[in-house]
């Protein structure tokens, strides 16, 4: 039986590209600066690469599972032709309040919840514990807390007083160097 690999998990809107809210079409997508490199370098590291995001905007009925679903293939593909490659996208299309229809309940899923790093941890055989979870709104920072991730980082420069520990890094160059140096992720 072969080992648990490590994963880098990465949220989509705000790490992957530019969260403009609601981020949709192909025309909104704007990759952020350094992802290409920061994949490039976990594939070459060994880390499995793993994108789990909250699409409230299905919920909501701003767009379809379907169109989600074509822009994620189209996300995939660009990253692919910068030999960037992601393994599986985890995604929780509904909201506990402002959901439509079907759209509107509790999902383990959705973060803060851990049920996306659970189920990517049960489906693709990870060590959580030596993985690292890249975010850019708190409640990315709980999930990963809360499914055992070893080294939870908190992109961008929102800092506040928290009740638990995660990285904080202004950039995901500065994600790059905990990937290489695992003496790094336990500060």
Known sequence: MNLPRPALFLDRDGVINVDHGYVHRQEDFIFVEGIHELIRAANAHGYVTVVVTNQAGIARGIYTEQQFLELT???????ARENAHVDKVYYAP????????RYRREDFLRKPNPGMILQAKAELHLDVGN????????????????????????LGTRVKQMSFECCHASSLAEVMKLLSAPELRKK
């Open 131 to 154: 993985s690292v979870l890249v975010g850019d709104k708190y409640s990315d920072i709980e999930a990963g807390i809360a499914a055992g991730v070893g080294c939870n980082v908190l």
């Open 94 to 101: 509904s909201h506990p309040t402002e959901g439509m229809g």
């Open 73 to 79: 293939k189209w996300m995939c593909e660009q990253l």
